[in-house]
Every structure is written in C-alpha cells, then in structure tokens.
C-alpha cells in the first residue's frame, strides 16, 4: 500500500540557519503530496501541498518540490526561527485520505 | 470560529469502560475522517465518511470501534470495552468544498486506565 518514509529527528537548529527535512513515498498511483505541522499544544496544520509532478509548494518561507523521479518532497526552510519549532509530517493522498510519515520534531535554538 | 470542532479534548476512562467523541466538520465540507495518533508516530487513518455514508474502515478499526455520521453532519465515534492499547489522541479531519486538503481539528486525547 501507500507509504511515506521521512527523515527521523529530533533535529535541533539554530536561528537563521537552513532546515531540511526529506521525505520519500511509495504510492502505485499519482498521489497530491502534503506537509502538515504540530506546533505544541496545536493541532495538525496544513503547512504546503502539491497535487502533481514538478509543481512547487510554498509556504511561510517553507518549500517542497514533487519529485516524480525520485518519489520524494523534501521540504526545506532557508532561514528558520524560532517559532519554527514544531513536528513536522509529510503525508500523500491517493483520492482521500492520507498516509503519514512518522513525523520530524523541530526545536530551533535563539 | 469555523474550524473543525472535536469533543472533549481529554477524556480518561477505566478500561471496559465505553467513550464516545464527537467531531463537528467545517459546515461545507462533505468528507469526515477519522484518524488515530499514538506517541512519536503520524497519524493513521481508521474511517471515512462521504456525506453520511461511511466508504470505508481501515483494519485498525476492530468491532469494539463504530463511527457515525447522521444526516452527513457530525460524526461520533465510539469505543466500546476500552483497552488500555486504545490510548491515543484521536483525530477528525474533514475536505470538501473543492480542496483536496484535509483540515484537522485538535483531537481527543483518551487514556485509559
């Protein structure tokens, strides 16, 4: 079935510094691709998303790019901050509903 | 606020005791789901309902598990016979209105104990 494989943390940066999480998947279709966030004490939040091949999600500074080729969304932040701070997931959609990846906690330092 | 709205947020139980959440959809959105998320793992899905048709259950969802969605609506869940295995933070989620996102309410954490 539908998977996704993501970069295990906890990572821990500094202020400014860039951020890159990856992300690979295993869908036997075309599936539209997603990041959601948990900031603490938060619900999931739609951080970006990409419904098909090459098209470039962006949001608040944060980018992933669909990967065909390489069945990947790797999500990247150049400069982040502290309110960054925050598990992030990446998930795919068949049709409906989504598949997860385990998640990715954030703590960015000042 | 027209969020999802997901009741209660806490919830402890003894187990083999019955709980039921309920799950308030963004009024528009025809897709209700319901996920489960345990400690240092994404959520997973168990169920999924178009309008008030449930279109599918996942595995996870054993007989001691049943969800509704009268009149395509809200949508409660319930748990009958709690284990303690059952503890986790549950999720509604619910799409529609021409996005293919789904928008996640705060979840109801259970414990039991």
């Known amino acids: 079935g539908d998977s996704v494989t993501q970069m295990e943390g906890p990572v821990t940066l500094s202020e400014e510094a860039f951020l890159t999480i990856n992300c690979t998947y295993t869908?036997?279709?075309?599936?539209?691709l997603f990041w959601y966030v948990q900031y603490p004490g938060e619900g999931l939040q739609l951080l970006l998303k990409a419904t098909k091949a090459d098209d470039k999600g962006s949001n608040k500074g944060f980018e992933a790019t669909y990967r065909k080729e390489t069945t990947s969304f790797h999500l990247e932040k150049g400069s982040v901050q502290v309110s960054d701070s925050a598990v992030y997931f990446c998930a795919l959609s068949d049709q409906y509903k989504l598949s997860f990846g385990a998640g990715t906690t954030v703590t960015v330092r000042a | 606020d027209t969020g999802v709205s997901q009741n209660p947020r806490h919830k402890i139980t003894k187990r083999g005791q019955n709980v039921t959440f309920r799950c308030d959809p963004i009024?528009?959105?025809?897709?209700l789901y319901w996920y489960r998320q345990t400690l240092g793992q994404g959520p997973e899905f168990l169920t999924y309902?178009?309008?008030?048709?449930?279109?599918?259950k996942s595995r996870l969802l054993s007989d001691r598990f049943s969800a509704e969605r009268p009149k395509g609506s809200f949508s409660t869940l319930e748990i009958q016979r709690t284990e303690q295995g059952d503890s986790a933070m549950y999720l509604c989620?619910?799409?529609?209105?021409?996005?293919?996102?789904?928008?996640f309410g705060q979840g109801t954490r259970l414990t039991v104990v």
């Open positions: 009024s528009e959105h025809n897709r």
């Open positions: 869908a036997t279709g075309y599936p539209s």
């Open positions: 989620a619910s799409s529609g209105g021409g996005y293919t996102e789904a928008f």
């Open positions: 309902f178009q309008n008030e048709a449930q279109l599918e």
